[in-house]
């Protein structure tokens, strides 16, 4: 049974720092790219690349989190990360964890991060 499990979400103060963690069990982890994503401006269904992570080491961020956010993966506990510092108001939402093979996409249920004094 295929599990993904996404935790650290909270409330921060601008400035402040959280780390995302994404669990994941039920396959073969080293085999998949990863990312993070979170919901679009004005349209839940849509969700936007974050970060991403390829079983190469290659990474992709998207411009408003560089150099601010940082994912990594821990093959051995089948975890993802992301390192988020510097956080802005506007860092406000659901993020979710992704994983990629060419058998299929999986997605976590999402954990809410408030950025707000």
């Known amino acids: 049974q295929v599990q993904v499990v996404e935790s650290g979400g909270g409330l921060v103060q601008p400035g402040g720092s959280l780390r995302l963690s994404c669990a994941v069990s039920?396959?073969?982890?080293?085999?998949?790219?990863v990312g993070w994503y979170r919901q679009a401006p004005g349209n839940r269904r849509e969700r936007d690349l974050v970060a991403a992570l390829n079983t190469g080491g290659g990474t992709n961020y998207a411009p408003s989190v560089k150099g601010r956010f940082t994912i990594s993966r821990d093959n051995a506990k089948s975890t993802v990360y992301l390192q988020m510092n510097d956080l802005k108001p506007e860092d406000t939402n659901v993020y979710y964890c992704?994983?990629?093979?060419?058998?299929?996409?999986?997605w976590g249920q999402g954990t809410r991060v408030t950025v707000s004094s």
């Open positions: 992704n994983l990629e093979y060419y058998t299929g996409t999986l």
């Open positions: 039920g396959i073969i982890f080293s085999q998949y790219s």
